[in-house]
């Protein structure tokens, strides 16, 4: 899930042809919102192959995965995998022009007093320019200490998550009971989770303590999986959370319909899905997962976009960039590098 270029062992079929055809109809569906055929691509794109070439070309793109036909007469459109090859290795990240520089250090400047008044900013100017929905999150550390979770049955399908620390603090939040489980159940895998975690620093808790956790006690957990949101939330460091650019995410081609639209509107309700983008492990300073690479299905129709923010080694903050997969990844990502390093400067100066 990196936006960098690298080399995959099975792009060795594809040839540097089919990679400018490729790069060529995402860009032009990006641009279009329609399905790409090769007409227009031998009109719009100085390729120096003839129209059925670049057919016949687009059909084996097809063939191997990275196109896809919507409808029969249709023409063609990226696959998650065709998204993933071009993001990786055919993508530059977009340079800004002066204007748009001086737009973002102006709205996001040194006079801003507070590092929370940042990550507000910092989430409206990205949405404005990306048309995107923006999530950002301000990070406040602190030790946290495990003790102990425990559940309260609320109901027939439903248990209260106590989650308490040795320093004495106490969360509680209302989780699901998985299909198939019962309170009984939970409980016994909170006994286990007990031992496990017992007397941890779990400031920086993430993924790869659960899937330690999993390993240890050989079981899939992946029915509890909001469950564990909902604790890594409780013991993760506090952060305060802003957004903006829904209504110009839910204007986008990908979501006019009314079913379309209502899932964008319950993402933005279930607030444990946002935090748990922005809590999720990264092992390097900026991400992206495209459709289904995401882990919860409500984001399948989506790529998500992250950048960390660090002062001194330390991360201080978090944001992704939400959108459709007919995303301008170069202009996300080159955005998005562009606000790390002003950004990152400017904070380290206000610590």
Request: hydrophobic content about 35%; overall charge negative; glycine content about 6%.
């Amino acid at each position: 899930m990196t936006a960098r270029r690298n080399t995959d062992p099975g792009e060795s079929g594809m040839n540097d042809r089919k990679k400018r055809i490729l790069w060529a109809v995402v860009q032009d569906y990006v641009s279009s919102a329609e399905p790409v055929g090769s007409r227009t691509i031998a009109k719009n794109y100085d390729l120096g192959v003839s129209s059925a070439t670049i057919r016949n070309e687009m059909q084996d793109l097809g063939d191997e995965g990275y196109l896809e036909q919507p409808h029969t007469s249709a023409g063609r459109i990226p696959s998650i995998k065709g998204y993933r090859f071009y993001v990786d290795c055919l993508m530059e990240p977009s340079r800004l022009t002066g204007e748009e520089e001086e737009r973002i250090t102006h709205m996001i400047s040194d006079e801003t007093t507070k590092a929370d008044e940042i990550f507000r900013n910092m989430a409206r100017v990205v949405a404005s320019m990306t048309h995107t929905l923006s999530v950002a999150a301000r990070r406040v550390s602190r030790t946290c200490i495990f003790n102990y979770i425990r559940f309260l049955p609320l109901d027939d399908r439903r248990a209260i998550l106590l989650v308490v620390t040795q320093d004495g603090n106490v969360s509680n939040s209302v989780v699901n009971i998985p299909p198939g489980s019962s309170i009984d159940e939970m409980q016994l895998l909170a006994d286990k989770l007990n031992h496990f975690l017992h007397g941890k620093d779990l400031s920086t808790t993430d993924e790869k303590t659960i899937l330690s956790f999993q390993k240890e006690i050989e079981r899939d957990l992946t029915p509890f999986s909001r469950i564990f949101v909902s604790m890594r939330r409780a013991l993760a460091p506090q952060q305060k959370v802003y957004s903006g650019g829904a209504a110009g995410l839910i204007r986008q081609p990908e979501f006019q319909n009314v079913e379309k639209m209502q899932d964008i509107l319950n993402l933005l309700e279930e607030r444990d899905v946002l935090h748990s983008i922005l809590d999720t492990a990264m092992d390097r300073p900026l991400a992206v997962r495209i459709g289904s690479e995401n882990p919860d299905k409500s984001l399948a129709d989506l790529s998500v976009v992250k950048a960390q923010f660090h002062v001194g080694g330390e991360l201080i903050g978090t944001m992704a960039v939400i959108g459709p997969t007919r995303m301008e990844y170069g202009r996300v990502i080159g955005l998005l590098y562009f606000m790390q390093k002003h950004l990152e400067h400017m904070l380290k100066n206000k610590e």
